[in-house]
């Protein structure tokens, strides 16, 4: 049974990894509302070195839809301000000579709904994952059935206990979606 145990392990990390991917996709679908992950993805040439924009700055929100991005060294001003109108971010950055201030306007209705298809797609991708993180523990549990080191009940076991697990990760990937729908749709 240890080997079984193993299998459930792994089956279960390929299914947290795909929950961690989720949220991280999810993160990065803009709401309206100001979030420092946004700009996570966004580097800048600091003295000929691309650097993530939240090593080379202070990112604070003062407001719910207000973003401010104040660099360290004055003269990357310009250089941030560029990189975050080159992104595909959708905001334009305005500079006041020490900071660089993002507002986020309220997305239209059309806009909160295209973003919640996004969000489902994040979702079923997920658990696209998670099934496949359960073929893939189903088959090596039949792989040790095939070998002889697990009668055939075992298996049925086995595969009853894969199943209990990734049902639990479709449902924490369902709540997850179910919480960002009701975020993005929040006006």
Known sequence: MAEVDDILKEAEERMKKA???????????????ANAKLLD????????????INQ??????PEAHLMTI?????????PIQRA?????????????G???????PQPTKERREEL???????????RVAVRGARQKANAAVADLVKSSDLPEDDQRRAE????KLTDSYIAKVDEAFKAKEAEVMEI
Not at 84 to 96: A, F, K, R, V
Not at 160 to 163: A, C, E, T
Request: hydrophobic share 35%; glycine share 8%.
């Open 41 to 52: 993805h966004i580097t800048v040439d600091y003295y000929g070195v691309p650097t993530p």
């Open 70 to 78: 104040t660099p360290w060294d004055k003269g990357m001003l310009t």
């Open 19 to 33: 929950l961690v991917s989720l949220q991280n996709g999810f993160a990065n679908v803009r709401t309206g509302r």
């Open 98 to 104: 020490t900071c660089v201030r993002l507002a986020f």
């Open 84 to 96: 975050i109108s080159e992104s595909n971010l959708g905001i334009t950055p305005s500079n006041d």
């Open 56 to 61: 080379t700055a202070a990112i604070k929100i």
């Open 116 to 126: 919640v298809k996004t969000c489902k797609e994040y979702a079923e991708e997920a």
């Open 160 to 163: 009853g206990r894969v199943q």
